[in-house]
């Protein structure tokens, strides 16, 4: 719920995935999970112009307001129940089709088109996005005689491929997901792997995640300098 340009980073994902189409939403939720309800419970009186009508015992009338298109359904999933676990809590909202999965706390121009034509042909149970992210540091290349053969500053080819979430993800997930202690990523990603059901889509665009306060005075930055990459509508 920490917010970019004054709406939280799940509106910002959530309007990245309605801009494509994708409207039907199910949050797993846990620690402070109110505030989630609470928001959305209020979202549409906060976005629009709003007529309190006490003439007619409060009657509340949305002015000019054009509703987001989604169905949102925020589920408990505990507070202490670990990733995978939280995926398996939502096996019945999400039914025998296939769905998308991602965190809460990424941003990307991601097309997930062709991240879902990846997965079907691919046929895997699950296909991950992932990206290269660039080094820290310089970069410095030594032989075998301890001489610098090149010194240069970094670039994102130095990097390694990281897993972004924005997957797709097949029913057959929930046999990896035995109960609310297994790690997503530590048991069932890495099974599906070994496993030969776990693809990749590269995605080669723009991600960035808010993991720290620098983060999100980036994001924030771009945002109000009108130049958000992941704003696609």
Excluded at 74 to 87: F, I, K, N, S, Y
Excluded at 108 to 121: G, M, N, Q, V
Excluded at 215 to 223: A, F, I, P, T
Aim: hydrophobic letters at 35%.
């Amino acid at each position: 719920m920490i917010t970019i340009g004054g709406r939280p980073i799940l509106w910002h994902i959530m309007k990245s995935y309605s801009a494509q189409g994708y409207n039907d939403f199910v949050i797993c939720a846990g620690y402070k999970q109110e505030f989630i309800k609470e928001w959305f419970a209020n979202y549409m009186v906060n976005v629009s112009d709003v007529t309190f009508d006490f003439t007619r015992n409060g009657e509340v009338q949305l002015l000019g307001a054009t509703p987001d298109p989604w169905r949102v359904t925020v589920v408990d999933t505990g507070l202490g129940t670990m990733t995978g676990g939280r995926v398996r809590r939502i096996r019945s909202f999400v039914g025998d089709e296939p769905f998308m999965l991602t965190y809460g706390d990424g941003v990307s121009d991601i097309d997930l088109f062709a991240l879902e034509a990846t997965h079907k042909r691919g046929g895997q149970t699950v296909t991950v996005s992932v990206y290269r992210t660039g080094q820290t540091f310089g970069v410095i290349d030594l032989d075998s005689d301890g001489y610098v053969t090149e010194f240069r500053e970094k670039s994102r080819s130095d990097g390694s491929l990281i897993n972004i979430g924005f997957m797709v993800v097949n029913p057959g997930v929930f046999d990896y997901l035995d109960s609310d202690s297994t790690i997503l990523e530590q048991d069932a990603l890495r099974q599906l792997s070994l496993d030969r059901r776990l693809g990749g889509y590269v995605h080669s665009g723009f991600w960035h995640c808010m993991d720290t306060q620098r983060d999100r005075q980036v994001l924030e930055e771009m945002w109000q300098n009108g130049a958000a990459p992941w704003k696609n509508w």
